[in-house]
């Protein structure tokens, strides 16, 4: 009977110690931000597919700046109006928004055109403090096609990376 006792008593040790030492592995990686299921989610940038808008995500940085760059795939239109609005314990909306680093009003988007969409987070930044993780942005877009306005949003995923 005591050799029962031994034989299992071994068994919970050695397999004790190895289960002890992957955890402590886990543990270590999780330490580290290896196991940060944030930095798994892919960035994104998805506009309605009528919109004839491609994003793609550029930069957002802690000093509270978010920066896209922007394809219209439609037709010869004109940015009317541009927001970028944060939105986790409080709601922070910027109008400080430039298009290739000019303000917005009227300008012309031709067809196939990039534009580079730069949102700034005066004041009230949501990024500052928040480096190497994954926030949302809705970033709504208004442009004129013809003699109509047409308003489009995105939901936005970036990866907020330190200020140098």
């Not at 940060?36 to 550029?58: A, K």
């Not at 109006?81 to 314990?89: K, N």
């Not at 534009?115 to 700034?120: A, E, H």
Request: some cysteine; proline content about 4%; overall charge negative.
């Amino acid at each position: 009977m005591t050799r029962h006792g031994q034989t299992a008593l071994e068994f919970l040790t050695t397999y004790g110690w190895g289960a002890f030492l992957i955890l402590m592995v886990l543990i270590v990686m999780a330490y580290f931000s290896v196991l940060n299921p944030q930095l798994l989610i892919p960035e994104m940038c998805n506009f309605p597919e009528s919109s004839g808008i491609d994003c793609s995500v550029n930069d957002a940085s802690t000093d509270g700046s978010l920066t896209l760059m922007l394809r219209n795939t439609h037709t010869d239109v004109s940015i009317v109006d541009a927001s970028c609005i944060y939105e986790d314990q409080v709601k922070i909306v910027t109008k400080n928004v430039l298009v290739d680093g000019e303000s917005i009003a009227g300008q012309s988007w031709p067809h196939r055109a990039s534009k580079i969409l730069t949102c700034k987070f005066d004041g009230d930044n949501p990024f500052a403090g928040h480096a190497n993780q994954k926030s949302m942005v809705l970033i709504e877009l208004s442009v004129q096609r013809d003699s109509s306005i047409h308003s489009f949003a995105a939901p936005v995923r970036v990866l907020i990376e330190a200020n140098s």
